[in-house]
């Protein structure tokens, strides 16, 4: 017999940040993610088709993305290098 299966995620659902497609099983994501908040969840995801279940856990890794924009404390700088060295000099702007 073919059963039709629901799906639904029974823990490791911080906060609502993921939700599932009861029908299908796909997981996708609800809410924005955060790298500086969480870097990752364990979500358990069960299957049943009324009479039986099962479960898995689905690991999410959050891959940090640099959302802030390099500043500039001021419009110009200022620095000096000695003529004719021979290694590669490290400059502090001033």
Do not use: C
Not at 41 to 49: G, H
């Amino acid at each position: 017999a073919n059963a039709k299966l629901r799906y639904q995620i029974t823990s490791g659902n911080t906060m609502g940040t993921f939700d599932v497609e009861p029908e299908v099983g796909t997981i996708f994501i609800a809410q924005r993610l955060d790298y500086e908040q969480v870097q990752r969840y364990e979500l358990r995801l069960v299957a049943s088709d009324g009479k039986w279940e099962n479960q898995t856990m689905v690991v999410i890794n959050v891959i940090n993305q640099n959302d802030e924009a390099p500043l500039f404390t001021q419009t110009e700088y200022h620095a000096s290098v000695m003529e004719e060295l021979t290694e590669f000099p490290v400059l502090v702007l001033e």
